[in-house]
């Protein structure tokens, strides 16, 4: 047996003291403890496995449940409706091509007594949403969530008639935005138009063709003057929001529908059981005829009762209906009423009665005020007056326009609305009639080229051309004769991105880079469209190779791809490729 020495010892004798564990047993209790820790950790692994699959289980048998308890409820279907709902208040509702996206926190809710900044369609949906989550909620709040058992049901139930109110809130945003958009708000319908002609003559020069709309519509031929015309245009530029808000109503009817269902079959079962418990006394021998008779006439009581409480219920139920629909009248009844009385003056002038249609049209905008913001009301009224010999006046010199530019002789056109812009400088129909007829006097005379090649290359420019952009003394239509009437649109309207676009193509085919890359900059300022941006940067990048900067024009052409999601810009990619 080997005798260790004491370790003081073996220090005092000038030996290496010797290490606890050092031995065979202790390295196999080394190595024992060393395996202790992954087990431990191999253990602690699975365990965490384990309750994360339980904890798993247990969310989904939850979620479960309330999802059986909110169907058995009534409550599943507006919950659903709140959600499509939260989704539309996120998304665009009108989406002008290369121009502008309407958002519903940027469209105010007017409905012919006045528009107000504070509600929109936003705010409304969302509210629209919480009431729509917040009224099955609170029909819930007595039901135990914790102690619910799988496959129990909730012991109170949404009626018919509260489905049908939730059905209601869910139709309320999208009803008020049809109704705004085909009655009441003339100004928001005309300011679309004008966008969307400005988007069909940009994409005539945008060099490449863009997705096709949902209809095909003309430049300068673009009207919102009768119902279907706006509903075309409401259908031309709708985004998701709107059709979102319409999808949320299909949940509400189907728990319409479903609670009409349950409520239907409680009473066939209700009076199942009782012809049952009557015939059972009937023909029980141990129950005397008076007891039957009795059994009888409790039962004829019961539905007696229930009847007459249902007839009371019905009698207040068409009372709110009627005072419902009474006060609906008076609110929502004011613009289609004018509308009407315009379409009856439109019929007594096609039946040449010119007196009775003024009269109606006067009518009309007593009715509708807001169409005072309608070009094409005020055209229709100016033909009446002249057709009665008046030959002044805004409404007639509106229609004096109007038949002019259809014509083509867009001088005389000009010299009627420089009139009438002396006359009404701040008139939103006048400075919409004059900017069609200075978007049409610059059509016709630009050289920029056309999309679809008809066009193909502008006509060459003289050397000299770039010294009389800016020189008054000097003609301008050494560059391009459409310049002078774009001055005119930035008059009309600073921020026109069709006059930025178009001045910036003339002023790059001049080889004035820098001034062509100063209303492209403007035309991805005031432009969120990607379509738009797209190219705005891609005729910048043309900018800065005209100016010797190859690289900031690659990197630009790239950003310009990367905008281009329906892969339309052939321009840019062409570009990058080398191919320009």
Not at 258 to 263: F, I, Q, T
Not at 555 to 570: F, I, M, R, W
């Given at each position: 047996m080997a005798v260790t020495a004491h370790p003081q010892r073996q220090r005092a004798s000038g030996l290496p003291a010797r290490q606890p564990g050092s031995g065979a047993r202790g390295k196999v209790v080394a190595a024992r403890g060393r395996a202790r820790p992954a087990a431990r950790r191999i253990k602690t692994v699975e365990e965490r496995a384990f309750v994360q699959w339980r904890?798993?289980?247990r969310f989904g048998v939850g979620a479960w449940r309330v999802a059986v308890a909110l169907t058995r409820a009534g409550a599943l279907w507006p919950t659903l409706a709140a959600g499509v709902l939260l989704a539309a208040s996120l998304n665009s509702w009108l989406i002008v091509p290369l121009e502008q996206v309407y958002g519903p926190w940027g469209l105010a809710v007017n409905i012919g007594w006045g528009e107000t900044s504070l509600i929109s369609y936003g705010l409304l949906t969302v509210v629209a949403a919480l009431a729509l989550l917040a009224i099955p909620l609170w029909n819930l709040r007595s039901l135990n969530w914790r102690e619910l058992p799988q496959g129990a049901a909730p012991t109170r139930r949404l009626t018919t008639g509260a489905q049908v109110g939730l059905l209601l809130i869910a139709l309320a945003p999208v009803a008020l935005f049809l109704f705004q958009m085909l009655f009441v708000d003339m100004r928001l319908l005309e300011t679309l138009a004008k966008q969307e002609n400005d988007y069909l003559l940009i994409a005539l020069h945008l060099g490449y063709s863009l997705d096709s709309q949902r209809f095909k519509m003309i430049p300068f031929l673009i009207t919102v003057g009768t119902p279907q015309d706006r509903m075309a245009m409401l259908l031309q530029l709708a985004g998701f929001g709107p059709e979102l808000a319409l999808l949320a109503v299909l949940p509400s009817l189907v728990g319409v529908y479903?609670?009409?269902?349950?409520?239907h079959d409680e009473r066939r079962m209700w009076l199942a059981q009782a012809l049952k418990g009557a015939n059972g006394a009937a023909l029980d021998d141990d129950i005397d005829e008076s007891e039957d008779a009795d059994a009888l006439e409790d039962i004829?009581?019961?539905?007696?009762?229930?009847?007459?409480?249902?007839r009371l219920m019905w009698r207040w139920r068409v009372a709110l209906i009627a005072a419902a629909v009474l006060v609906g009248l008076i609110i929502f009844g004011r613009a289609p009423a004018g509308l009407l009385f315009e379409y009856l003056g439109s019929q007594s002038f096609a039946s040449g009665d010119y007196v009775g249609a003024l009269n109606w049209y006067s009518s009309a905008q007593t009715l509708t005020p807001t169409l005072d913001d309608s070009l094409a009301f005020h055209t229709m009224r100016g033909e009446a007056q002249y057709e009665l010999g008046q030959r002044s006046g805004m409404d007639v010199d509106l229609y004096l326009s109007d038949q002019y530019r259809l014509l083509g002789s867009l001088d005389q056109a000009w010299q009627v609305d420089q009139t009438l812009y002396a006359l009404y400088p701040h008139t939103p129909?006048?400075?919409h009639e004059m900017m069609l007829t200075v978007e049409a006097q610059a059509e016709l005379n630009t050289r920029v080229p056309y999309t679809n090649g008809s066009d193909a290359s502008p006509a060459p420019l003289r050397q000299d051309a770039l010294h009389t952009i800016h020189d008054a003394n000097k003609s301008v239509t050494a560059v391009d004769q459409a310049l002078p009437w774009l001055n005119e649109l930035f008059t009309l309207d600073p921020n026109n991105v069709y006059a930025h676009y178009l001045r910036g193509r003339i002023y790059l085919a001049a080889r004035a880079y820098s001034l062509a890359a100063s209303?492209?900059?403007?035309?991805?300022?005031?432009?969120h469209d990607d379509d738009m941006l797209s190219a705005a940067y891609t005729y910048l990048a043309f900018c800065d190779a005209g100016q010797g900067d190859l690289v900031n024009?690659?990197?630009?052409?790239?950003?310009?791809?990367?905008?281009?999601?329906?892969?339309?810009?052939?321009?840019?990619?062409?570009?990058?490729?080398?191919?320009?």
């Open positions: 904890a798993t289980t479903l609670a009409w269902r349950a409520a004829a009581d019961s539905l007696e009762t229930t009847t007459d409480r249902q129909v006048v400075i209303d492209f900059q403007s035309v991805v300022f005031l432009s024009e690659r990197l630009l052409l790239l950003h310009a791809v990367e905008l281009d999601y329906g892969y339309n810009n052939n321009t840019a990619r062409e570009a990058l490729s080398g191919l320009h």
